[in-house]
Antibody
Framework: QVQLQESGPGLVKPSQTLSLTCTVS??????????WSWIRQYPGKGLEWVGH?????????????YYNPSLQSRLSISGDTSRNQLSLSLSSVTAADTAVYYC???????????????????WGQGTLVTVS | EIVMTQSPATLSVSPGERATLSCRAS??????LAWYQQKAGQAPRLLIY???TRATGIPARFSGSGSGTEFTLTISSLQSEDFAVYYC????????FGQGTRLEIK
């Protein structure tokens, strides 16, 4: 059974950097069958895709990433295959970044460029990050 | 960006009755649409993908239909555990979610 678990500080000060980790068990993040995403949910319940990272056989040491254009200048997503973890780093945060952050597995249907076709089949429980 | 619009915002239905939830895309997403259920304090749970394919372990009372810009999630006979918030999400052109429909007990 695949499980994802987010971790990180629940409170971040404005202008600082938000850093979260997602630990994956029951499956390898370096499997070419899945994309690994971060998604956030605002207090008003809206959901926003943040970005993803993808490992394939040809990109094992150089995974591909893509970020929501609205966050691209502040966002970095990375992975640690030895620990089976993915990480999110969001700089210069404001109160507007307050949300529950989820990591989720994207089950790949088609590696279409630039937007691969996948849906989210497993989610972590989420972690609330408050910027204040 | 493709905007997903769900209606109604809140739906009140009695247990045992049928619930019909709608989702509209601002442009065609083909069949590349998923539905999720979210209960309070929990992560979203995948119900439907490909507009009409039930995910593993999802009861047959959940069904999805539609293509292009108009989609429907139907719950044929509501059980107590079905009262939750439901989201649609397109994955045809990046990934965007609807604002959700809250399904409440009438």
């Amino acid at each position: 059974q695949v499980q994802l678990q987010e971790s990180g500080p629940g409170l971040v000060k404005p202008s600082q950097t938000l850093s979260l980790t997602c630990t994956v068990s029951g499956g390898s993040i370096s499997s070419g069958a899945y994309y690994w995403s971060w998604i956030r949910q605002y207090p008003g319940k809206g959901l926003e895709w943040v970005g993803h990272i993808y490992y394939s056989g040809s990109t094992y040491y150089n995974p591909s990433t893509y970020y929501n254009p609205s966050l691209q200048s502040r966002l970095s997503i990375s992975g640690d295959t030895s620990r089976n973890q993915l990480s999110l780093s969001l700089s210069s945060v404001t109160a507007a970044d307050t949300a529950v952050y989820y990591c989720a597995r994207g089950r790949l249907l088609e590696r279409r460029f630039p937007s691969p076709l996948y849906y989210f089949d497993y989610w972590g429980q989420g972690t609330l990050v408050t910027v204040s | 960006e493709i905007v997903m619009t769900q209606s109604p915002a809140t739906l009140s239905v009695s247990p045992g009755e049928r619930a019909t939830l709608s989702c509209r895309a601002s442009q065609s997403v083909s069949h590349n649409l998923a539905w999720y259920q979210q209960k309070a304090g929990q992560a979203p749970r995948l119900l439907i993908y490909g507009a009409s394919t039930r995910a593993t372990g999802i009861p047959a009372r959940f069904s999805g239909s539609g293509s292009g810009t108009e989609f429907t999630l139907t719950i044929s006979s509501l059980q107590s555990e079905d009262f939750a918030v439901y989201y649609c999400q397109q994955y045809n052109n990046w990934y965007t979610f609807g604002q959700g429909t809250r399904l409440e007990i009438k």
